[in-house]
């Protein structure tokens, strides 16, 4: 969330898209309701009437996977109807940049310009800015890149400012905004309720309620998830909705925000650990054989030219320096050779890991706290691959679906040969840690209970296994030694494995004196500090009680609330530098004047910056006498891009702005442009994938969480009470579609496509309807996913069988969220 | 202490059944160990209805209409704690009993002889029984937690502020000031439950698609067969127990003990069991009295 819960107090209009926010995160109907009672609306749009439907104001269905159409339908209706907030627009994002005047998207073909068919991948210089002049980079005192001549600083050369052209009034036509209009005149209200299958009048209703907080005093909040993320162009549903906020003017006020709302227990915490497979903690990219193979190769390439990440290589530095300790020098680069690289013919991700297996260039499988036997798309496909596996190793409180995957009911255990280790783990009271929720805020679990019998934390066990594998390199040598030996692993306190001593890594400190920092401006890049994860900075900072966490900031229970926005500053730590908002500057105008003063989050006195926040721009700097001078009002309100403005178009995805596709699997055709399906699609030619037409399975299915199960339902499946307020699975389907196949509220039913066949028990509701899709009746269904054949208590069928194992180019996050079936009565 | 309520506003409620789970938590009641043993409702509503062992159930109703194309109603369906319960005006042995400080309906089960008039009395159907003993089990309030200064269990675990707990008078406050804004918003079958049903009850509810939704009577009764019972009070008030198992002749025994259902037909003067139809005893009202 670029807000966090108690924010979304602030807000006067909800958007709830691609999320059931009640059931899923039930924490944000306390703060929801808060701002009803002062007059907020709240808008649901979901393929089915949600328990977060029956609680909002305005809902409206929509058919899954056409989220780009709706967005894109609304940026169209809010530059027709002039509703943009058009200072905020104009100051704070790229509008006014001209680009390439090669860029090009061509209906016909649904392509941008710059597509290669070999390589199945766009080259994206067409999509980039037109130069006005090249900065070269300052290293001169007081110069962005000054700090890269001090002595300890590898060599490398900064990046020249590429400083784009302009047009502020938005009217040359090549300047983005210009492009951008053009691009959705397409996306007229009829075309998008064909689309969608929405009806005309519900449509505008949300369209006018949620575009009134374009008014620059009015905030709207954006509430998502996995319905919006689960698509092949889920990063560019993400992205679509991000800008509806950026042009109503809604990023960085209190009650606006793009607000992703990530799960318990920790989702939040595994990403900026790096999640995903390309990703280096904190956001930064993970070396790779082609496109960083040094060190200097790895800090040209991913320092900015302007704005703060015109620092990262002191964030990566200092991070290599805690992963390699005393070992990592300037001489040797700091280690960098001796992170692993990934290939980039060797995609590792979810998706593609089981073909992998399959194909047996993966041998070992190593899982934490995963259960993708249950949880990955076509798992049918996932655990035949798995029985090709010499050996797996499970780390979880409960058998899971994977550690059994071997026991599936259509796999023969007497002809798998896989070895499988299930490590039991401690549950979540049953550690001492760090854990993030979705507003970024860190804060301290205490260990409640010694762990069950002979489970243990998922650091003992990494302890265990660091000196199992050390001690065996040192006895006996083995490939790769010098990873594996140079790695600082001194996380002990009394001579025992701590998460005390893993905060303090994450931290951030001084080499030389192990003082613990209160701020990633104070990390350098020439190995003088050390810290593993540069954006928790500040969160573990009292040198004068290292060992308690209660007196640390992760440890915060300070319950004042100063500007009376629910920030509660002194709560808890956010990070980065506990900005409880972050793009605040965007809450004041150019000026420095909030957009509404009774939700000041920064203001601009006319000499100083006066806060409720922690500023997240430039407010003032401080010379090296230590003066600190404020800095007046600018248009860097987003100085985490080079440009420091918000991108309404990029050049550094798989497109430049998003545009609407179907469905790999979809019950119409693409009526938007030319072509089916995103081109940047992954793993489609995959024989596992074994894609279903709509001729065969007609019905366009979307799958879901119930607030009464969590995930694969590993834990939940194993709580009688839960179990009895939620005993079995479900696939919901309209009144309408269970007259026509003859099945009663209840039934037993088969649900089957292409990769799987599933029973399941039908609930035949009213809360489903069939839509009018490009003229022809669709019907929807939607399943939930919690069950397998594991556990004590409840099981049941494998719904991710049914699920097509193809993603997104970006993030390679498959599409669960729309795809399709048929059903039969049993 | 001032009478309490609870106050359910079912216009907040997400129907999380948080509440639901908490109440089983706290209180100790135990869900179905055996594999797959609880079988699919066809609804969100599961277990279907209260039982032995479930004291709170969120009920699910839904039905084509309104503004958002469906009326999809959440209700708390537990003991609604009657300022006159007539579970207690027909309790023999002291089971039920009105908790003087709260006004909530106390159990003392271990008094319960399991005759389940209370069963039959009560308008909204809430008393179970369990065990093989069968005796009562309904809300009690969490008077456990009440007693401490804690509201109870449900009220403490609801994330949307659905549920509150406090005195009578504001929670009766708050409820009419929601349907107050309920109807401004269109939703007009908005009603405040609990003011004045039963001369009022210490629950008291918000239902924003009116009482049919909700599975609320409008004009709840108590069962005139508690009138009949009530006469034979002075009879069992001494020690139903002793009574049942030592006069065998009672008029407890008499009309079918263990009875779940009686109803007394007022023309005929009869007691009869709506689930076989019998007559279970006629009443000779003239001589009773």
């Known amino acids: 969330m670029t807000n966090h819960w108690c924010d979304l107090q602030n807000a006067d209009v909800f958007l709830t898209c691609g999320s059931n926010n009640v059931e899923n995160h039930p924490i944000s109907s306390k703060w929801v309701q808060k701002a009803l009672d002062k007059g907020a609306t709240w808008i649901v749009v979901d393929p089915r009437y949600t328990r977060s439907a029956a609680c909002a104001d305005i809902y409206s269905p929509i058919r899954a996977g056409t989220d780009i159409a709706f967005y894109g339908g609304m940026f169209n209706y809010i530059i027709q109807n002039n509703l943009m907030q058009t200072e905020y627009v104009v100051n704070y994002t790229n509008a006014s940049y001209l680009i390439d005047p090669d860029f090009n998207f061509d209906v016909d073909t649904g392509l941008f310009s710059g597509w290669d068919e070999a390589k199945k991948s766009y080259t994206t210089t067409t999509w980039g800015y037109q130069t006005a002049e090249v900065v070269e980079p300052n290293t001169a005192t007081g110069g962005p890149f000054a700090w890269t001549t001090a002595e300890g600083v590898p060599e490398f050369t900064p990046p020249a400012n590429k400083v784009p052209k302009k047009d502020p009034t938005l009217e040359d036509p090549q300047c983005v905004f210009q492009v951008f209009k053009k691009h959705y005149e397409r996306y007229d209200i009829d075309t998008v309720c064909a689309i969608c299958g929405m009806d005309k009048e519900t449509l505008e209703l949300v369209y006018k309620t949620y575009c009134a907080t374009g008014a620059p005093d009015k905030s709207g909040s954006i509430m998502y998830a996995l319905g919006q993320t689960q698509h092949h162009y889920g990063a560019q549903n993400t992205r679509a909705l991000s800008l509806v906020q950026l042009l109503l003017g809604n990023v960085g006020l209190a009650g606006g925000g793009v607000n992703a709302l990530r799960g318990e227990p920790n989702v939040q915490g595994a990403t900026d650990m790096a999640m995903l497979v390309f990703d280096f903690p904190g956001y930064m990219k993970w070396p790779t054989v082609q496109k960083y193979p040094d060190l200097r190769t790895w800090m040209e390439v991913e320092t900015a030219s302007d704005g703060y990440y015109t620092n990262k290589p002191k964030f990566f530095i200092s991070a290599l320096k805690e992963w390699f300790g005393e070992n990592a020098t300037v001489e040797n680069d700091f280690g960098y050779d001796w992170l692993p690289k990934i290939g980039s013919d060797a995609d590792l991700s979810i998706i593609s890991t089981f073909d992998h297996m399959d194909t047996g260039r993966v041998k070992g499988y190593w899982l934490w706290g995963q259960n993708p036997a249950s949880s990955a798309p076509n798992t049918k496909f996932a655990r035949e691959a798995m029985s090709k596996l010499e050996w797996m190793v499970c780390v979880d409180c409960v058998e899971t679906e994977t550690a059994s995957f071997w026991k599936a009911p259509d796999l023969d255990p007497a002809t798998i040969d896989t070895e499988v280790y299930l490590l039991p783990a401690a549950l979540i009271f049953e550690k001492p840690g760090t854990v993030v929720n979705s507003g970024r805020w860190l804060q301290w679990r205490y260990q409640v209970v010694e762990p069950y019998d002979q489970a243990k934390s998922d650091l003992d066990i990494c302890d265990l296994l660091w000196k199992e594998i050390v001690g065996l390199y040192q006895a006996e040598g083995g490939a790769n030694p010098e990873p594996i030996l140079n790695m600082k692993w001194d996380y002990y306190i009394d001579g025992k494995i701590d998460a005390r001593a893993i905060a303090q890594a994450l931290n951030g400190y001084t080499v030389e004196d192990k003082n613990l920092l209160t701020t990633f401006g104070d990390l350098k890049a020439d190995g003088s500090t050390s810290c593993a994860l540069w954006i928790y900075a500040g969160y573990y900072a009292n040198n004068d009680a290292p060992l308690d966490p209660a007196q640390q900031r992760v440890g915060a229970r300070g319950t004042e609330d100063k500007g009376n926005l629910g920030l509660y500053q002194d709560w808890a730590y956010a990070w980065p530098l506990n900005r409880r908002i972050v793009y605040n500057r965007a809450s004041a105008d150019a000026e420095g004047k909030p957009w509404n003063e009774e939700r000041m989050l920064v203001k601009w006195t006319g000499e100083k910056w006066e806060s409720n926040d922690v500023p997240d721009f430039v407010a003032s700097t401080k010379a090296s006498d230590g003066t600190v001078t404020p800095v007046p009002p600018n248009n860097k309100a987003f100085f985490m891009n080079w440009e420091q403005n918000a991108r309404l178009m990029i050049s550094s995805m798989d497109m430049p702005t998003p545009e609407h596709y179907e469905p790999f699997e979809s019950p119409t055709q693409n009526v938007l442009n030319g072509r089916q399906n995103s081109p940047c699609i992954r793993f489609t030619e995959h024989k596992s994938v074994q894609q279903g037409s709509k001729e065969e399975y007609p019905i366009a299915v979307t799958t879901y969480s119930v607030v009464e199960h969590w995930q694969t339902g590993s834990q939940t499946r194993s709580c009688p009470v839960l179990v009895e307020a939620m005993p079995s699975q479900f696939v919901e389907i309209s009144e309408e579609l269970a007259q026509e196949k003859g099945i009663e509220n209840g039934d037993e039913v088969r649900v089957f496509n292409n990769r799987g066949s599933v029973v399941l028990n039908a609930f035949v509701t009213c809360r489903l309807k069939p839509l009018m899709v490009n003229g022809e009746t669709v019907h929807q269904a939607g399943m939930v996913h919690h069950w397998g054949w594991a556990g004590e208590i409840s099981t049941g069928d494998m719904v991710n069988d049914l699920a097509p194992n193809v993603g997104d180019p970006n993030c390679f996050i498959p599409e669960y969220k729309a795809f399709l079936i048929d059903i039969e009565k049993i | ?289």
């Open chain 2, 1 to 289: 202490m001032t009478d309490v309520a609870i106050l359910y506003d079912s216009s907040r409620c997400s129907a999380c059944k948080g509440c639901q789970s908490a109440c089983k938590c706290w209180n100790g009641l135990p869900s179905p160990l055996e594999k797959n043993a609880v079988s699919c409702t066809g609804s969100y509503q599961s277990p279907p209805e209260l039982n032995g062992d479930t004291r709170l159930l969120i009920r699910f109703d839904e039905a084509a209409g309104g503004s958002k194309g469906v009326e999809w109603a959440f209700n708390r369906r537990s003991c609604m704690h009657c300022v006159n319960p007539g579970c207690v005006a027909v309790c023999p042995s002291g089971a039920l009993h009105v908790d003087a400080e709260t006004g909530f309906v106390a159990v003392s089960a271990e008094k319960c002889v399991g005759c389940k008039y209370c069963a039959s009395a009560c308008p909204f159907g809430v008393p179970q029984h369990y065990g093989p003993e069968k005796t009562i089990n309904k809300c009690t309030g969490c008077l456990d937690r009440v007693e401490q200064g804690r509201a109870p269990a449900c009220v403490k675990t609801c994330q949307p502020g659905a549920l509150k707990f406090g005195d009578r008078e504001e929670m009766l406050a708050i409820a009419h000031e929601r349907v107050a804004l309920l109807k401004a918003k269109g939703y007009d079958k908005a009603v405040v439950y609990g003011e004045n049903e039963l001369d009022g009850l210490h629950v008291i509810m918000v239902e924003k698609y009116g009482l049919d939704a909700a599975g609320l009577p409008e004009n709840p009764q108590i069962n005139q067969v508690v009138d009949i019972l009530g006469l034979m009070k002075p009879l069992t008030g001494i020690g139903a127990a002793a009574i049942v198992a030592g006069l065998g002749l009672s008029f407890l025994t008499g009309i079918g003990y263990k009875r779940d259902t009686l109803h007394y037909d007022e023309a005929a003067h009869d007691v009869v069991d709506m689930d076989t139809g019998e007559i279970v005893r006629h009443i000779d009202v003239e001589s009773e009295e």
